[in-house]
Every structure is written in structure tokens, then in C-alpha cells.
């Protein structure tokens, strides 16, 4: 479970800083319903900018939030919804997106709920301790936002071949970078500095593949904003039928746990890259669908929820980011597909993990066969404005996009897509899985075969869904004590 012991003297110096810089921290219950945000809150709100770095934009970490770059408030999640014309599927495939947030990238919710079970009792210092944020790219995003706000210096580690947007949006913030060696696949590269790092106390790490408030986030925050935009779309007979997430740190798929408990028949898939296919067949590799982690299992992911393994060609994903990107890209689903302008336009709200989730999920729906009825779920981590390098890149490497090119990623790409290279898992393919941790926590990172072995034939998660509360009830405590001060 989540650790939340109080550190008083730590705690005070918290709470001095929370004051000196003007920060109040929201609930789960305000980020699940943003009806329960003060109205002083939402006034600040209404004069600032989405990713402005100010404390008020704590209050943004949801997926409700306006679309809109200043001043926006809260509705219905931000989704879309992918036609039949498109997906080559008669099922209803829908995604939320995340370019909404602070930040532009649902991750900024990920690195508030690993830092502030600790910054709210006190195991860590802000005046004393730098924050730690090893990703695969952006984790360390969110976190150094979230760093920033409370004046804490942050240290964000990612892989050297991440998107050359990430390392600008880092410096332009402030953060301290580390660069690892290698693609995203290159997680064993992260920890190894990660571990170097922890060894200094006055470094505190935020390991979101370890960390269960990652997992909780997900579960409270995710899953209800998914289950809220399902009952808002759903139709007479429409059922919940499942949900994909490509894993990287393993925490959108958290979201997963809540819906099965709210629709219990519905089927939940990870999603990975086939260029390293872990999940499906212990697998390694180098691949291009940026955000991933792959080479291990993250601590967090609870396996044995886990339906189906998919895995997508890092080419579908480059190719369709052009397609729906280029001009002629566009023109060709306007034009010769009919799609609605409006309707492609949200396109670009897709970056490249984006765009591999929504592979999956029909993949998905082409497996078991879904109908019109069916609704699958999934996330859309960031948008194209992370990946302008890429397809300045792309562009370079292939040569100007075309109408013919267009027709052919079309055909190819998306109506091309099989049940090939997907596995849906019985028990003890699953426990196949989960034994794969092994090799990176047990081995490498210092948890024991007990630990392991508890975290599948025990109630970790089932305990830790249960936190929420507690950690609200600790929120509360925190900012009154920084109001009366």
C-alpha cells in the first residue's frame, strides 16, 4: 500500500512552502468532480492559461478541463470519438485526450499522484530534497510542472532518442536532464541512474513503474472520467466492451481495474510495440512508439486484470501520424473518405502512442468480433505538438506526402490492421507475465520473491483502491494548515 506515515518536521517545511508559493492542493474527489472546486478557485482559473506555471493549475489535473488555452473551466472529459469510415470496425471506439491538461499530456497526473501522498505527510522534503523523475518521456514532463510550482529542483531522466520537443519543453522549465542511452525500450538504462541517483538523501525518487499512486491516480481519476463519458455516449443496448492501453509506466491500464469493477464482463488489453514484444512472447527489441517502456513488466500493472496482450508495427504508428498530419493527409479523409473536417481536425490531438492505442483497440474489436453496440475504450496520451521533430524527420527520410501516399497508409495502416500478433491470456499466461517482474525488481531493483509473489496471491491493489479517502482526508489537513498560517 501507499505509505502515509506523517514526518513532522519535513511536514512543516512543506506546508512553509506550499504558503510561500501559493499552493493548494485538490482532492481526488475535486480532480474526479471538478462541481467540488472552490469558486475562488475557478475564478483564478478563468484568467489562466492552460500551461501557465501557476499554482491554480493544480486544479486542472483532470480530464474535465475546457479546451480552450485560456481561461477554460470543466464539462464533460474531452474525447473523441473514431467512425466506423475510419477504423474499418462497426464498433464504437472512443479516447479520451489528454492534450487538455497542464503540460498538454495526462502524465501530469500520473507525477501528482506519486509526489503528493509524500509531500503531504512529509517523507519528502521540499526544502531539502531534489525530486527525481525518470520517464520515457513524459512522466518527467509532469513532474518538473509540478516541481516548478513548489520551487523544488527537479531532475528528469528520459532516453537521448526521445522526441527533441521533450528536451526543449525541460530546459524552457527549469529542470535538471539526464539523458540515458537508447529508445524508450531502454528502461533498465533509466533505473540504473535512477538507483545511482537514490544512493545521495537528498534526492527523492518518483518511480512511477514502482510507485502505487501512479496506479491509484489512474484508478480514481481515469477510470471514472472513462465510465463518466460512457454513460454520457451511451445508447439503449450500448455496452461497455473494453478498454486498451499501451503500457509504459503500467498506470493508465490501472484505469482498467475500476471499470471492471464497474462493467464486469467488459475485456481489458495492454498494448506494446511488436518490435518488443515482452508482454506477448518475453520479447526485446528497439521500436518508435514513443512513451513505451518495454523490456520489463512495471511493478504496478496488476496482470492478473489483464485480458489480452496487443502488439502494434511502430510503422502503423509513424506512417498514420503523416496521414492524419500532412495536408494531403487531411484532404484525402476529407474528400475522398467524407470524413466530418471538425471530426479530422481532432486528428492532430493524437500523438504517436495515441495513435497505437487506437490501433489496439481494433485490433481488439476485430478479435472478439464487436458490434455496433459495442463501445472500446482508450487514452490519448499527448498530441501531435510533442512530434513536430518527427515529422519534420519523416519527411526528410520519405520524401513529400502525396494523395497517393494518403490512399495507401488509409488501406494499409488502419483497414489493413488483423489479429495477428495479439494473445488473449489465460490464468497462466498471466501469471507468465507477472513472473517476468522478477527480473527487473527482484533481481535489480531490491524487492523479494515474497514481495512478489504477495503482489499476485495477495489484496495489494484491492488495498490500495481503498486510499483515496485517506489521502484526501491528509490533502485537507495540509492546505488548512497552510491557510491559517
Not at 206 to 224: C, D, I, K, P, R
Request: hydrophobic share 40%; aromatic share 10%; glycine share 8%.
Amino acid at each position: 500500500m501507499i505509505d502515509l506515515t506523517i514526518h513532522p518536521d519535513s511536514l512543516a517545511h512543506n506546508i512553509a512552502r506550499a504558503r510561500e508559493n501559493g499552493i493548494v492542493i485538490p482532492t481526488y474527489a475535486q480532480m474526479k468532480d471538478p462541481s467540488l472546486i472552490p469558486q475562488d478557485i475557478l475564478e483564478k482559473l478563468s484568467r489562466t492559461g492552460l500551461w501557465d506555471v501557476d499554482p491554480v493549475n493544480l486544479f486542472r489535473v483532470n480530464w474535465h478541463n475546457e479546451p480552450k488555452q485560456t481561461g477554460g473551466l470543466f464539462g464533460t472529459p474531452n474525447y473523441i470519438e473514431f467512425p466506423p469510415a475510419l477504423t474499418g470496425v462497426p464498433c464504437r471506439i472512443v479516447a479520451l485526450a489528454g492534450k487538455w491538461f497542464p503540460t498538454g499530456c495526462h502524465k501530469v497526473g500520473a507525477s501528482f499522484g506519486c509526489l503528493v501522498p509524500r509531500l503531504v505527510t512529509g517523507q519528502f522534503d521540499a526544502d531539502r530534497q531534489k525530486a527525481v523523475w525518470p520517464s520515457t518521456g513524459n512522466y518527467c514532463r509532469g513532474g518538473a510542472f509540478n516541481s516548478k510550482l513548489l520551487g523544488v529542483h527537479a531532475i528528469g531522466i528520459l532516453p537521448e532518442e526521445m522526441s527533441r520537443e521533450r528536451f526543449d519543453w525541460l530546459r524552457s522549465i527549469g529542470a535538471e536532464i539526464i539523458a540515458t542511452p537508447g529508445c524508450e525500450s531502454n528502461v533498465k538504462e533509466i533505473f540504473d541512474k535512477t538507483h545511482e541517483l537514490a544512493e545521495d538523501p537528498g534526492n527523492m525518487i518518483f518511480n512511477q513503474f514502482e510507485q502505487m499512486g501512479n496506479h491509484l491516480w489512474h484508478y480514481e481519476v481515469t477510470g471514472s472520467a472513462i465510465a463518466e463519458v460512457f454513460e454520457h455516449i451511451r445508447r439503449p443496448g450500448d455496452r461497455m466492451a473494453g478498454a486498451c492501453f499501451t503500457t509504459g509506466s503500467a498506470g493508465a491500464i490501472g484505469s482498467g481495474d475500476k471499470l471492471k469493477e464497474l462493467y464486469p464482463t467488459m475485456k481489458l488489453a495492454a498494448g506494446e510495440a511488436l518490435q518488443c514484444p515482452t508482454l506477448l512472447d518475453n520479447g526485446f527489441g528497439g521500436h518508435r512508439i514513443e512513451g513505451i517502456g518495454d523490456k520489463h513488466v512495471p511493478w504496478i500493472h496488476n496482470v492478473k486484470n489483464t485480458d489480452m496482450v496487443i502488439d502494434i508495427d511502430d510503422c502503423d504508428s509513424q506512417e498514420l501520424i503523416r496521414l492524419f498530419n500532412e495536408p494531403e493527409g487531411v484532404d484525402f479523409l476529407v474528400h475522398d473518405l467524407g470524413l466530418d473536417p471538425e471530426f479530422v481536425q481532432r486528428l492532430s490531438w493524437l500523438g504517436i502512442s495515441g495513435i497505437a492505442n487506437v490501433l489496439c483497440c481494433i485490433k481488439m474489436a476485430k478479435y472478439y468480433e464487436f458490434t455496433s453496440q459495442d463501445v472500446v475504450f482508450t487514452l490519448l496520451t499527448d498530441s501531435v505538438e510533442m512530434y513536430g521533430s518527427r515529422l519534420e524527420e519523416l519527411r526528410e527520410q520519405d520524401g513529400p506526402y502525396t494523395h497517393e501516399k494518403a490512399a495507401v497508409d488509409y488501406a494499409l495502416h488502419l483497414q489493413g490492421q488483423k489479429t495477428d500478433n495479439l494473445l488473449e491470456l489465460t490464468y497462466a499466461q498471466r501469471k507468465r507475465v507477472h513472473n517476468l517482474k522478477y527480473y527487473t525488481w527482484v533481481e535489480q531493483q531490491g524487492k523479494t520473491a515474497q514481495e512478489l509473489n504477495d503482489l499476485w496471491y495477495g489484496t495489494e491493489f484491492a488495498d490500495v483502491h481503498t486510499q483515496a479517502a485517506a489521502i484526501d482526508e491528509l490533502i485537507e489537513a495540509f492546505n488548512l494548515a497552510v491557510k491559517k498560517g
